[in-house]
């Protein structure tokens, strides 16, 4: 049986990351709907940077991490020119798995909670399996 090397990631890492929104970050911009607010495609990739900046300066020379899954509740609509800042933070080590909870805020006001997952993995043989598969 193969020993997992040791995480370079523990819980308890934090990021936080910022975004102004514009009109290119609207529901009506990237379709995710037909109002001139924080659109929710905008807000889980918010989410997700704040777990990449969480974990971009521990990653292993070569790796890097992706997306596995995602859950994510838009609770508050957020309108153009006001600032939303995400705050991930890692709360499981499994492995290659991290989990991450993360929380959108405008202000006081929570604009959306969510947890991501992520996987740690060496980049370029997951970039070249993925042009393979292409």
Known sequence: MQEQPESPFAPGLTARVELTVTDTDTAQAVGSGDVPVLGTPRVLA??????????????????????????????????????????????????????????????NEVVATGRVERALVDRQRFVERAVRAS
């Open 46 to 107: 918010l989410a997700e940077a704040a777990t990449v900046a969480a974990t971009a300066t521990r990653l292993p020379s070569g790796s890097t991490t992706v997306g596995t899954r995602i859950e994510l509740e838009h609770r508050a609509a957020t309108p153009v020119g006001r600032t939303v800042a995400a705050r991930a933070e890692l709360v499981k080590v499994d492995g290659r798995r991290l989990t991450f909870e993360v929380v959108v805020t405008d202000g």
